[in-house]
């Protein structure tokens, strides 16, 4: 969340955005940085919960964000303007609210252990159905429920109240 905030602090700042514009060469090296430190610790097999792991991920992403929006409008940019990921990230919180639910679900109808495991070919098909109804699920979240909040919130500009 913070690296979320912090992005949005420096895009609607234009000082601090001209800076990072003409530091282009620092964000993408802090993106290098980011994945070798991310590629140290899948090596060391660090798991969900490792703060090191988090912290890394969370500045990669901060710098995918801010490269993006470098490039808005230009072909780099192309790649975010993906329909299947704007859809995704349309669905993202969604996906982040029920994905374990669903997953738990999921697996203990199937397998008897909401615990997700990968021992067989049965694990992994729960794994998919898993998938395929959180999707389902974010669909219908977003279209029932955030988009009405979306619609809503898009009749306010940010800084008024």
Request: aromatic share 10%; net charge positive; proline share 2%.
């Given at each position: 969340i913070f690296t979320g905030a912090l992005v949005a602090v420096l895009v609607r700042s234009p000082v601090a955005w001209s800076r990072v514009c003409r530091f282009r060469g620092a964000?993408?090296?802090?993106?290098?940085?980011?994945?070798?430190?991310?590629?140290?610790?899948?090596?060391?097999?660090?798991?969900?919960?490792d703060p090191y792991l988090h912290f890394v991920l969370a500045v990669l992403y901060g710098v995918v964000v801010?490269?993006?929006?470098?490039?808005?409008?230009?072909?780099p940019a192309a790649f975010f303007r993906n329909r299947v990921l704007v859809w995704l990230g349309l669905r993202s919180y969604g996906i982040y609210l029920f994905h374990q639910p669903v997953s738990s679900l999921v697996h203990?109808?199937?397998?008897?252990n909401p615990v997700p495991s990968y021992g067989n070919e049965q694990e992994y098909v729960a794994t998919l159905l898993a998938l395929a109804t959180l999707l389902i699920v974010s669909e219908l979240s977003f279209r029932y429920f955030e988009?009405?909040?979306?619609?809503?919130?898009?009749?306010?500009?940010?800084g008024e109240r």
């Open positions: 964000v993408w090296g802090l993106g290098g940085l980011a994945a070798a430190g991310l590629a140290v610790l899948m090596s060391k097999q660090a798991g969900v919960g801010v490269l993006a929006l470098m490039f808005a409008g230009r072909p203990n109808a199937l397998n008897g988009a009405g909040f979306l619609r809503y919130g898009s009749r306010f500009r940010a």
